[in-house]
């Protein structure tokens, strides 16, 4: 039997989850140019972030870790890939249901919903579905 957590969080909480989960998702699909791009850089290091990535990709080639014609710039596993690890899907579909869950709850009559975080959520791992809701009443 399968057990279950209930974590009660705060927005702020949540979107540091979420991105730490869209973060792992990403390294551990072999999209590091992505993963680097969402950290909160200065936008004076972008010839650092490209040598850093060109750093990164060397040194797991020479360690042959990463699979053939993945190189983390150009080409990745993609998340639904059946070779990318479980534990990235998780990670992804946690994202997937936080980011959704926010954009709703701060959503404002009128505005667009045209964006990705509004979208039903894409979900790729083996896992049960996710749930998460807005706790009424736990005001500071």
Not at 24 to 36: D, F, N, P, T
Request: proline residues 2%.
């Amino acid at each position: 039997m399968q057990k279950h957590y209930k974590i009660i969080l705060t927005e702020e909480q949540a979107r540091v989850i979420s991105n730490a989960c869209e973060i792992v998702s990403r390294v551990m699909s072999g999209q590091h140019k992505s993963a680097l791009d969402i950290l909160p850089w200065n936008e004076s290091l972008s010839q650092d972030l490209y040598d850093l990535h060109e750093m990164v990709t060397k040194f797991l080639r020479e360690r042959k870790s990463l699979k053939m014609g993945v190189d983390g710039w150009t080409s990745s596993l993609g998340i639904a890939n059946h070779e990318t690890p479980e534990d990235a899907k998780i990670a992804f579909d946690i994202h997937q249901v936080i980011r959704h869950r926010i954009a709703w709850d701060n959503h404002v009559e009128g505005e667009s919903t045209m964006y990705v975080s509004f979208d039903t959520p894409y979900l790729v791992s083996k896992s049960e579905i996710m749930e998460m809701e807005l706790v009424e009443g736990c005001d500071d």
